[in-house]
């Protein structure tokens, strides 16, 4: 389990060249796999040293906000968070997997909530006061 620790850790750090102004995390899920809930907070550990070094916000959103902030219903499908993904992002190419003779839209769900969990955390009041003191 450390050693996988360092692994995140040295794979957050060379991602980050560039300093971030914030750093947007989804709630980690309630899961019953001992393991896989391990390996979700150890990335959230890493994620939390790592806004705490660099002295950025961690901002957490939930994946009812996600859904919420998007497309204004807490009850949107993986279809429905790409697509509103597309229409923030038109030029975006989002990755498709191919299994068993079909196209799948597994990968491009994935792209798409990562960027959807930085859009949430964009929705966020606290968020939207602070742009408007820069402007």
Known sequence: MFRRSQIVWAEIRSKWLNLPNAICT????YLRNSS????IHLVSGALTLYADILKVPLLETTPGEVKLCLT????????????????????ATWPVSRGKGCESTEMASHAADSLAVIE???????IIA????RK
Do not use: Q
């Not at 989804?26 to 899920?29: A, F, I, K, L, S």
């Not at 896989?36 to 390996?39: L, P």
């Not at 697509?83 to 992002?89: E, F, G, L, Q, S």
């Open 26 to 29: 989804e709630t980690p899920p």
């Open 120 to 126: 949430s955390c964009l929705c966020d009041p606290v």
């Open 72 to 91: 204004k219903k807490r009850s949107a499908t993986k279809e429905e968070i790409i697509a509103a993904m597309t229409k923030i992002y038109p030029n």
């Open 36 to 39: 896989i809930t391990a390996a």
């Open 130 to 133: 602070l742009r408007g003191l």
